[in-house]
């Protein structure tokens, strides 16, 4: 019987279960937190589907087009925007409550860069919802054993052999011991390179160390340079917490002060819609904004803000002491979205045969910047197509035998459990990150990124010594030389882009180049990191 392993049971790796659930296809389901901690559920704003009456699909593929610097295929974004009205209401089926206009239809919220109201949402909890309807959904597939679920689990490799994957190697933590899951497909959903970056909006569960272990195993990885800053957060000790721009799209407003005077900079500059620009656009300004920024929603009201912000109100109040009814909340552009990752094939196949990637760690669909809200329909979506194409695969016969790499890989973590080295992976996770901030912030130059390469360098160079903090889990120590390779690959593909377009501003090179206008793409091989681009339809 077909059996498929996936990695992640957030938005996609819950909906990718599901699908093959439904066409009696058993799945086992990795994690190391339930899928109620996924990052899946912080997600507030809302998802998109062109379901108003001024709305087509159309529109909505020329914006998501626009939105991505025009790199993005046509073809895959077609198949993006065409499915989201049918997702919604598939949704609706499973329980989620989406919040209503007057007339009673599933009311729709403006977004940044969109030309129409387009982002369903249900109250100021759009992700929890989604996420739970979905939860309950699998948990019929569990009762039955179709889905499996295994807690408690990293990723550690895929079993590759020939170009093709057969399984997967976890770590169990608690057990502090390697396992291994033959499968006839594998599904990488762990989302985000979060961790690599140090403080983000996102989810600590999400470092960008599947990626990387499966770039340094020989898969492709796309657009790594457009890293997606979100204008408006709130810095606290822990984390970056993001003021949805639902707080915009609901009609807040941004603006510093030049003595006693407000100045409304977006509305200034771009007119009425100033404020909801695409997310690269408003955090070029807030970043060159000559004072701090604010954004006021007090003026929206009480009864507006706890009906259709309770959230914002909430996170405020929690971790920055703000009443957001009364005063501004002074905004900071933050890390928030990779728009790059693993590149896959339109059924969201990555370069190496029955191994695929859904969700927010496979490049697609948002080119160079996203829109919001074309997230979790992109979850959805692409758990869904990676679904279908794997229901047309055949089982696995003829599994080579991978006894001599396990028991290596048992080996090293065996000496690695066992030593007692001085030298401090957290150390070097900490100083990468603040490297990669650094370098790869909201303006990018080659002097810079070029340093950043060179400090990298230097790290892999003695990541073989470096061997981890006897204190701390050996995962942070195995991980460590993957994510070494990914930084130097993010680096890399940033420098080689001499063009400014969308989330990746380059000082040196202020404009867009249209030798440029194609979707980048990595290869490791022989210790060199290789770049080339692409036409995202074609791969
Ligand atoms: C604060 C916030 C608000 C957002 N709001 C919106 C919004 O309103 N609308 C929108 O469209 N998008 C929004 N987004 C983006 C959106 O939430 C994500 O892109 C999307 O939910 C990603 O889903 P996913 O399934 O790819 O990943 P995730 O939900 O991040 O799930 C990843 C899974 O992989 C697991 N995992 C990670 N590493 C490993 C490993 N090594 N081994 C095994 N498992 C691993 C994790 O534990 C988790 O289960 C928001 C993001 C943030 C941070």
Redesign the pocket.
Known sequence: MKHVLI????????TCAIELAENGIHSTL????P?E????????????AALGSDDSTSLHIEDTLKSSGNIAGREAVTGLCSAGPGIVRRLEELGVVFSRNENGDVALRAFGGQSRNR?A?AGAS??KQIMTALIREARKYECLDIINRLLG???HSALIEDGKCYGAL?YNEKECKMETVYADAVVI????Q?VLFGK????M???G??AAKLYEQGARLKNLEFIQYHPTTVETPQKR??I???ARGEGGRLYYMDGDRRVYFMEEKYGERGNLMSRDIVSKCVYDAPSQVYLDIAFLGKKLINSRLSEVAELCSKYADIDVTKESIPVYPSV??FMGGLAVSRDHKTSIDNLYA?????SMYHGANRL????????IYS?QVAAKAICGLQESTDRPDFGEYISAQERVLEERLASKSRFSAVYVRHEIAKLLNDCLGITRNAEKLTEGIQSVDYYISISDKLIYDSDVSP?IGY?LRPMLLLARAILTSALERRETRGAHIREDYPESDSEFALCSVCDYKDGEHRISYVNEDEL
């Open positions: 990695i992640g049971s957030g938005l996609s790796g819950l990795v994690s190391p937190y899928s901690r996924a990052q899946s559920v912080m997600a507030a704003g809302g998802i998109n982002t949402y759009s992700g689990r990293q990723f976890l959903a762990s989302g985000g979060n983000t909006t996102g989810s569960q999400c470092d160390y599947v917490m993001l949805s721009e639902a928030h979205f859904v969700g927010e760690c496979a919001g809200g074309n997230s979790l329909l992109a979850a758990g995962y991980s």
